[in-house]
């Protein structure tokens, strides 16, 4: 592969980079295609595995493609992130929360703490020596939320 084609391809996978950080996957797609035609980069897999699954429905193959890129580069919380953003638009929160939480293990991003925190902290329970999944927990819990007093 032509130096010249490597290039042109790191700077397109940048500015696709860049209009999906500003939520605009239609234009990353594009770009990350665009990129991956120049040079053909697994760790941009992640990228493309997000953009496919938001845009297109894909869901199942933008999980191939993140896994992929987490194969070649476990230590990219990047990678961790498009996974997370994946399970969530799947419906799969319990799964994206572990996969979120993975890649702070991994060393974290400013863009995986935006992603836990919008998850919010969980409340204790109302008996607290009770285990969380207690009925009497449950109900009680419920409806103290639902009357407003938690």
């Known amino acids: 592969m032509k130096p010249q084609a490597v290039e042109e391809g790191v700077l397109e996978f940048e500015r696709a980079r860049r209009a999906i950080a500003m939520d605009n996957t239609v234009a990353g797609l594009a770009g ?8 053909d980069d697994m760790r941009w897999y992640s990228y493309l595995g997000y953009c496919v699954a938001k845009e ?7 999980t191939e493609l993140c896994m992929i890129s987490l194969e070649q580069e476990p230590g990219n919380p990047e990678h961790y992130v498009n ?10 929160k319990a799964e994206a929360l572990r996969t979120l939480r993975d890649g702070m ?15 919010g902290n969980r409340k ?8 969380r999944t207690n ?9 103290l939320h639902r009357i407003g007093l938690r």
């Open 32 to 39: 990350i295609e665009k990129a991956l035609s120049c040079n």
């Open 56 to 62: 297109r429905g894909q869901v199942s193959r933008g």
């Open 83 to 92: 996974l997370g953003k994946i399970l969530l638009l799947s419906g799969k």
């Open 105 to 119: 293990a991994q060393g974290g991003s400013t863009e995986l703490i935006a992603l836990l925190t919008q998850f």
């Open 124 to 131: 204790s329970p109302v008996i607290p020596f009770l285990p």
């Open 135 to 143: 009925p009497l927990n449950k109900i009680l819990g419920l409806l």
